[in-house]
């Protein structure tokens, strides 16, 4: 029998964000990563990859992405990263007052939002679009004075709102949370989408044995990338991941 894996589904290397997390926290179990690149079937196409890969278990770090897939795979195997973050933010409340930062107003913040007042309808929701802060990271300007100043606007209209609790809707701000965490001060949680993800993950292990116990526990580690998304998964994944890896260059 094939021992199951752990599937990691993100467009290009921002998922390497919550891979690491999950990685620390589980980091026995053999895991692969593909980057599938932004064309319409690219996430049906990356599933089936990893499905074939033997994987059992996928995390679909991207909001969207994963609202996609979801209502077209009928499996308890998919892991996304709004309910993991919904619950850890508001278990961390304490006044029911949580601010929420995500790259897009419109759409990535109004899933992570929907999905916390899902969970709990008593929450007030602070929310701030951040659209400068993924092409600064991504230009490798997280430790800029530049980054800095655009964070601190971005965060002031939250502040104000007597937030106790600020939730990071982006794989990409778990890389800036250091400075996050500077500028918010110490009465204020930042609960990012690693920490969340892999708390989820390895609670929902916990509660099936016989899924765990059918795991494979080798090290193993995979990295696939369609042509498009392959340069810059292989300058960016030292930074995200805290190691050097190089993906396998695949076509869908």
């Not at 008593?122 to 490798?140: D, K, M, N, S, T």
Request: glycine letters at 8%; a neutral charge; aromatic letters at 6%.
């Amino acid at each position: 029998m094939q021992m199951g894996k752990i599937g990691i589904l993100d467009s290009s290397f921002a998922g390497l964000v919550p891979f690491r997390s999950v990685v620390e926290r589980l980091p026995l179990h053999n895991y692969v990563y593909l980057a599938c690149g932004v064309n319409d079937q690219a996430a049906e196409k990356g599933m089936n990859k990893l499905l074939a890969e033997g994987c059992k278990l996928i995390i679909v770090p991207d909001a969207r992405l994963f609202w996609h897939l979801k209502p077209s795979i009928a499996t308890s195997i998919l892991f996304g990263s709004a309910t993991p973050l919904a619950k850890i933010a508001i278990g961390r409340t304490r006044n029911n007052k949580i601010g929420i930062i995500a790259p897009n107003g419109t759409k990535d913040a109004e899933l992570y939002a929907a999905e916390i007042m899902r969970l709990e309808p008593a929450v007030h929701l602070y929310q701030q679009a951040c659209p400068l802060l993924v092409p600064l990271i991504e230009a490798g300007q997280q430790h800029s004075h530049a980054l800095e100043a655009v964070l601190h606007g971005y965060l002031a209209p939250l502040l104000s709102g007597g937030i106790d609790v600020l939730a990071l809707c982006s794989s990409h701000y778990d890389l800036i949370q250091n400075a996050i965490k500077q500028l918010v001060g110490p009465t204020i949680q930042v609960v990012g989408q690693g920490l969340a993800i892999a708390t989820e993950l390895a609670d929902y292990l916990a509660r099936h044995e016989e899924l765990e116990k059918s795991m494979g526990k080798q090290q193993l580690r995979q990295f696939y990338s369609v042509p498009e998304a392959k340069k810059a998964f292989d300058v960016m994944a030292r930074e995200y991941s805290g190691s050097a890896v190089s993906a396998t260059e695949i076509t869908l």
